[in-house]
């Protein structure tokens, strides 16, 4: 028997990530290891601040030791920042991605290494998180919750092959949040009370029936997001050679990082996509326990150096494949052809995922340029200052590698330009109007097939430049002529209200949302509420309650959907629940000129009387 006394303590361990780290290499290796030595001095540097100490290291791992939980966590979270700042900055070419787990437990010292399940948990937990988010275990939380003013998202409890935690989300953003099934495990000592827990569900679900039936309000399943959750299953590989086995991981891990780039989408960790494969979880299992949309999958087959790379979607929630692609190639330029494949899955999902913009795919030169494109959309269509200063910080990025009379980039600075002006941002707006209107006769000109650019200009033109609506409306029909697409539909309904057609923006808008049901950051759904509002004058609640259903507990609900609600809160004399809406949508952007309504000046003035009435309850 030995004698050696091994050497436990208990310890808070801290795991960090890169996202996608194969792809970076494979695209640029002295870039991304330049990247990763600029991103670690960040780290190393939060570190001595927090007194953390790096304990192992594994390719793009980091493995660190705290003595406390409030700096580990408080360090992870100044991390992320600073990395969000780094991936914002004109002068980074190569943006790492980093993933955080935290968790505090019995360890196991050896040699200067620290082994054991503290560690193998916060390993877990740096798995199941999200890009650019940090994920911590129930015995920080409980540590950390009543010393720090972050916001967490309970995950409850989940398992990851042998390993059994309870975790929770820090919400960097508001976007992050999620919901994850929780896993169950039986308890004997539950059993006692599960007669009694019955007949109160019962008592509940009666009293929910008849709040249901007498507030109009549909009482229905919590929706945390407007961003839809993706995995991408591991590649299935045959016919590769004993050199050859890492590529299918790498392949994966490339488009995890591809689709990771889209702010759009919540991308699961490969982790949880090799988990699902190791525990044969069922489509079925994957969508009710991660909440899974979309699932991409994948094979290659090789010969030689001849393959062949299959991809499709899954859409889980209908059963159904929606895409598959396939290209034949050699086997040198295996991450080229993955890229172009992913380009293609990533514009097809734009149809379902509410963006409208696959036509765009092939006018960019590659795969982040055209994800960065959708990024700035997203952010610009927030509409506040801040969304305002992203988009601009990603335009300018973009226009550094494309010419002049690129006709993407001359809508998107025509768009940028526009928000501007409703901003009042600097001082020249004369000025600011004549480079618009010279943008957006150039690039119909140069461009008399690209539909965005009479969509600009069409909706624009009413907004900023005078232009009468028989010439907007013009300007719409001959973006139809090129194809009626979402983003046709979208802005024409946009131009269609403004010259007081309500009934036939709101067909529009319908249909929308009909062809792409699914919304980022809701922004039609807030749209046709807003229309919807402005053509009854604020009397019909139920025609907007039956366009937002359950969709209005989401945590990035249009601010403009919020204030109605609480708007009609307030009407009802709800004053509390009033009070919550007005917040909520303060919290995402709301400014009170996003419910002004042009052709009814009245309106807008009662609009805002009541929401300065309701402000005043909430100071007061």
């Known amino acids: 028997m030995s004698d050696e006394v091994i050497d436990r303590k208990i310890a808070v361990i801290f795991v960090a990530d890169v996202v996608g780290y194969s792809k970076h290499m494979e695209k640029d290796e002295d870039a991304t290891l330049k990247a990763y ?9 939060l570190l001595d601040n927090r007194h953390g100490s790096i304990f192992n290291t594994a390719g793009d791992s980091v493995l660190v030791e705290f003595p406390s939980a409030v700096n580990a ?4 979270v100044e991390f992320q920042n600073k990395i969000k700042e780094r991936n914002q900055s004109k002068k980074t070419s190569t943006k790492l991605e980093y993933r955080i787990g935290i968790n505090m437990g019995d360890v196991v010292s050896r040699e200067g290494n620290l082994l054991g399940d503290g560690v193998n948990i916060a390993a877990r937990l740096e798995a199941l998180c999200q890009p650019n988010s940090v994920c911590i275990s129930k015995s920080i939380y409980d540590l950390v919750v009543p010393k720090t003013k972050i916001a967490f998202n309970d995950l409850g409890v989940q398992k990851i092959k042998q390993n059994i935690f309870h975790a929770y989300d820090i919400l960097i953003d508001p976007s992050q949040k999620r919901n994850l099934k929780a896993k169950r495990f039986f308890q004997p000592s539950i059993l006692i009370g599960a007669v009694a827990l019955v007949a109160i569900v019962i ?3 009666a009293v ?8 109009g309000l549909p009482i229905t399943e919590f929706e945390d997001t407007s961003k839809p959750i993706i995995l991408v299953a591991p590649i299935k590989a045959s016919g590769l050679t004993d050199d050859q086995q890492g590529f ?14 889209y702010k759009g989408l919540t991308v699961l960790s490969s982790g949880t996509s090799f988990h699902t494969v190791e525990t044969n979880m069922t489509d079925e299992a994957i969508r009710d326990q991660y909440n899974v949309k979309f699932m991409v999958r994948g094979s290659m087959q090789v010969m030689g150096q001849n393959a062949r790379l299959n991809l499709e979607i899954t859409d889980l929630t209908l059963s159904e494949v929606v895409e598959t692609v396939q290209k034949d190639f050699n086997l040198s330029d295996i991450f080229k052809i993955q890229d172009e494949l992913s380009k293609k899955l990533l514009a097809s999902l734009q149809m379902d995922l509410g963006v409208g913009v696959s036509t765009l795919a ?7 340029d055209f994800t960065q494109s959708l990024n700035w959309q997203r952010e610009w269509r927030k509409y506040t200052l801040e969304g305002y200063k992203a988009s601009r910080a990603i335009l300018d990025d973009l226009k550094n590698k494309y010419p002049d009379n690129h006709a993407p980039m001359l809508v998107m600075e025509a768009w940028q330009i526009s928000q501007k002006l409703r901003f009042k941002i600097g001082s020249d707006e004369a000025s600011d109007l004549v480079t618009l209107r010279s943008i957006l006769d150039k690039v119909t000109s140069e461009n008399p097939d690209f539909s965005e650019a009479f969509n600009a200009r069409a909706l624009i033109g009413l907004s900023n430049l005078g232009v009468s609506c028989e010439d907007a409306i013009l300007d719409i029909e001959k973006a139809e002529k090129n194809g009626s697409d979402q983003g046709t539909l979208l802005i024409g309904s946009g131009v269609y209200n403004r010259c007081g057609k309500n009934e036939q923006a709101i067909t529009r808008l319908k249909e929308v949302l009909k062809i792409s049901p699914n919304d980022p950051n809701w922004f039609q759904t807030g749209y046709l509420a807003t229309v919807i509002y402005e053509n009854t004058e604020g009397k019909n609640h139920q025609q907007i309650y039956d366009v937002i259903g359950n969709k209005i507990n989401a945590t990035d609900m249009d601010p403009r959907v919020l204030a109605i609600y609480s708007i009609f809160e307030f009407e009802k004399g709800n004053n509390e629940k009033s009070a919550d809406y007005y917040k909520r949508a303060v919290e995402n952007g709301f400014r009170k000129d996003r419910l002004d309504f042009k052709n009814k000046p009245s309106l807008t003035v009662e609009t805002h009387e009541k929401l300065d009435q309701i402000k005043l309850l909430i100071l007061n």
Do not use: H, P
Request: hydrophobic share 35%; proline share 0%; net charge negative.
């Open 37 to 45: 030595s600029e991103c670690e001095i960040i780290l190393k540097s």
């Open 73 to 76: 966590v408080e360090c992870a």
């Open 203 to 205: 008592s509940i679900l």
């Open 208 to 215: 929910s029936r008849m709040l249901e039936e007498t507030s």
């Open 248 to 261: 299918a991981r790498g392949i994966t891990e490339s488009m995890i990082g591809t689709f990771s780039s």
């Open 362 to 368: 092939n006018r960019f030169d590659d795969m982040q």
